[in-house]
């Protein structure tokens, strides 16, 4: 199983970059899957992350009503539109994804997922 990490890049304050999650190993029917992200010197964090079982979609607030996450199955890809881009988006983002998860656990917080990408860089700065 393989999950890819690509679109990551240098970018202006208020401007957008599309981050895409190439999957491989498994086709997309019943997981969880999300973006984390890790600034320099703090924990990693729970960006966006949804669950196929129940259609649970979760947006940390520092990205709500700026980033979207959506899923392509016959690609098998998972996207995160991020727009009106800040400094403090600054990060290495990681896809993420589990096969064995519960209603009961936490939908976005490290601990849920097995499976990471290497991680994208993104940098917002002018």
């Known amino acids: 199983l393989q999950l890819v990490e690509s679109g990551g890049g240098l970018v202006q304050p208020g401007g957008s970059l599309r981050l895409s999650c190439a999957t491989s190993g498994f086709t997309l029917n019943s997981y969880v899957i999300g973006w984390f992200r890790q600034a320099p010197g703090k924990e990693r964090e729970g960006v966006s992350c949804?669950?196929?079982?129940?259609?649970?979609?979760y947006y940390a607030d520092s990205v709500k009503d700026r980033f979207t996450i959506s899923g392509d199955n016959a690609k098998n890809t998972v996207n995160l539109q991020m727009n009106s881009l800040k400094p403090e988006d600054t990060a290495v983002y990681y896809c993420?994804?589990?096969?064995?998860?519960?209603?009961?656990?936490?939908?976005?917080?490290?601990?849920?997922?097995?499976?990471w990408g290497q991680g994208t860089q993104v940098t917002v700065s002018s």
């Open positions: 993420a994804a589990d096969f064995d998860y519960s209603p009961t656990q936490e939908l976005c917080t490290t601990d849920t997922y097995t499976y």
């Open positions: 949804f669950s196929s079982s129940d259609g649970r979609t």
